[in-house]
């Protein structure tokens, strides 16, 4: 529930699922999610890659920023695929 509310961009809604599901906080998925937030938000969410992509871009250009960003995301993407290889056999 948590997790749907930060991937729509708004985590008090998610905060406020959680509440509704668990108001005693009995599966003690607050502090879980809370520390995670703290490194999450810091990279993604107003972090350094917002910062650091126009700062980027007015120093090298747009043209290779795309491109150092389309390698970034097909090596995650590689890796990904590298160590869900064997998870991807399993469930077929």
């Known amino acids: 529930m948590i997790e749907f509310g ?10 406020l699922l ?3 599901a668990d108001p005693k906080n009995i599966s003690r998925t607050l502090p ?3 520390s995670k ?7 993604l969410s107003g ?11 007015a120093k090298i250009g747009i043209d290779y920023w795309t491109e150092i ?6 090596v995650i993407l590689l ?3 590298i160590f869900n290889k064997g998870e991807l056999k399993k469930s077929l």
């Open 6 to 15: 930060n991937s729509t961009g708004v985590v008090a809604s998610g905060l």
């Open 18 to 20: 959680l509440r509704l």
């Open 32 to 34: 879980i999610f809370t």
């Open 37 to 43: 937030q703290l490194f999450a938000q810091l990279i």
């Open 47 to 57: 972090g350094f890659f917002t910062v650091l992509a126009p700062l980027m871009i």
């Open 69 to 74: 960003c389309a390698v970034i995301t097909f």
């Open 79 to 81: 890796i990904a695929y």
